[in-house]
Structures are given as structure tokens and as C-alpha cells.
């Protein structure tokens, strides 16, 4: 079955530099990545995703990369603010299935 | 719009005691539904998910148990608690497209 690998479990930067946290996959049939983000004691919010049809997809400052032939993707985020500490998931389906397979997290601090 | 309601929000159970928590989905039809278990400072675990009335899919073998008697209802249950199903429980749907949203989610505290 599928198996969903993140990396790092944290990670932490400097206000205003960038954050990227990557995720691999195993299976090559997965065709939907999403992204998540968990604020302390909050839900999981869907902040961006991405199909394999689409290489990249960007949303002001978050950015989504695929690449299908290494299997991973990847999570950009620009100019880092305090409001963007938090833990990212990543995950993996395949559309004919009902389960999104899930990264372990990784906890993102922003040092002011 | 669609909206999905959990409760209660938070809940303190003896070991040993009963659970039900409950889910109910606004504004879609036939959802697939869902049941995550977060640990404190863990990542999430499925436990439960359904594609229709009383339909149910058990990935975790364990006490707990689920239950969907009506399109856009999902309950958790348990007959007995134990220490170990502290938690953050969190209900999801999933409708016709790809995206999966969670509910505010209930914290369980076993004592």
C-alpha cells in the first residue's frame, strides 16, 4: 500500500526566509497531494493541494511542487511570518480510493 | 456552503466508562465520512471511515467502534475506555471532489 515519508519534523527559520518541507510517496498511482496546516489545538485546514496533472501550483505565498518521475513533492512557503508557525502535513490518495495516506507532520517554528 | 459539527468539544471520561461522540455534516449529500485520532503531539491516525449509511471501514482493530445511521451523521463509540484512547478526535468529509475538511474536533481526556 502506500506509505508517505515527511521531512524534516521541524523545522525553524528565520522571520521573512523561506520553508520548504517535502514529502515522498510509494505508490505511483497517487494522484492527489494536499496540504495541511494545525495550529496549536486547532483542526487540520486544507491550505493548498495539488493533482498529477500540474507540476506546480501557487497560491500567494505558498507553493506546491511535484515532481512524478522521484516521487515527492515538496511545500514552498515565502517571506516566513509568525502567523505561519505551525504543524504541515502532507498526504497522498489515489482518486478511486476513500483514504488519504498521511505524512507524520512536521512542526514549523519562525524565529522573530 | 457546507458545514461539519462535532461534540461535545471537550470531554474528561474515567477509565472504564462509555463514549459517544458525534458528528453531523450541513449542506452536502453522501459524503464520505471519517474518524481521526490525534495523540498530543502525534500525527493522524484513521480510524474509522464510511462512503454511506451504514457502511463502515475499521482500519484500527481496538475498542472503539462506528456507526452511521443517517447520511450526515457519524458516531464514535465505545463500551469501555481506556487510557490509551486519549486524544483529539476528529471528524472529516470528503464530497464528489478530491478535498477533505475536518471538524472542529472533540478533546477526550481519560482519567
Known amino acids: 500500500g502506500e506509505n508517505v515519508e515527511q521531512h524534516p519534523s521541524t523545522l525553524s527559520v528565520q522571520e521573512g526566509d523561506s520553508a520548504v518541507i517535502k514529502c515522498t510517496y510509494s505508490d505511483s498511482a497517487s494522484n492527489y497531494f494536499p496540504w495541511y496546516k494545525q495550529e496549536l489545538g486547532k483542526r487540520p485546514q486544507l491550505i493548498i493541494d495539488i493533482r498529477s496533472n500540474v507540476g506546480e501550483k501557487k497560491d500567494q505565498r505558498i507553493a506546491v511542487t511535484l515532481n512524478k518521475t522521484a516521487k515527492h513533492f515538496s511545500l514552498h512557503i515565502t517571506e516566513t511570518q509568525p502567523e505561519d508557525s505551525a504543524v504541515y502535513f502532507c498526504?497522498?490518495?489515489?482518486?478511486?480510493?476513500?483514504?488519504?495516506?498521511w505524512g507524520a507532520g512536521t512542526k514549523l517554528i519562525i524565529k522573530p | 456552503s457546507q458545514t461539519i459539527h462535532q461534540w461535545p468539544a471537550t470531554l474528561v471520561q474515567p477509565v472504564g466508562s462509555p463514549l459517544s461522540l458525534e458528528c453531523t455534516v450541513e449542506?452536502?449529500?453522501?459524503?464520505?465520512l471519517y474518524w481521526y485520532r490525534q495523540a498530543a503531539g502525534r500525527g493522524l491516525q484513521l480510524l474509522f471511515y464510511s462512503v454511506g449509511i451504514g457502511q463502515i471501514s475499521s482500519e484500527v482493530p481496538q475498542n472503539l467502534s462506528a456507526s452511521r445511521p443517517q447520511d450526515r451523521q457519524f458516531i464514535l463509540s465505545s463500551k469501555k475506555l481506556l487510557l490509551s484512547d486519549s486524544g483529539f478526535y476528529l471528524c472529516a468529509w470528503k464530497g464528489l471532489g478530491y478535498e477533505q475538511y475536518f471538524g472542529p474536533g472533540t478533546r477526550l481526556t481519560v482519567t
Open positions: 498526504a497522498a490518495s489515489i482518486w478511486s480510493n476513500y483514504q488519504l495516506i
Open positions: 449542506g452536502t449529500s453522501n459524503p464520505n
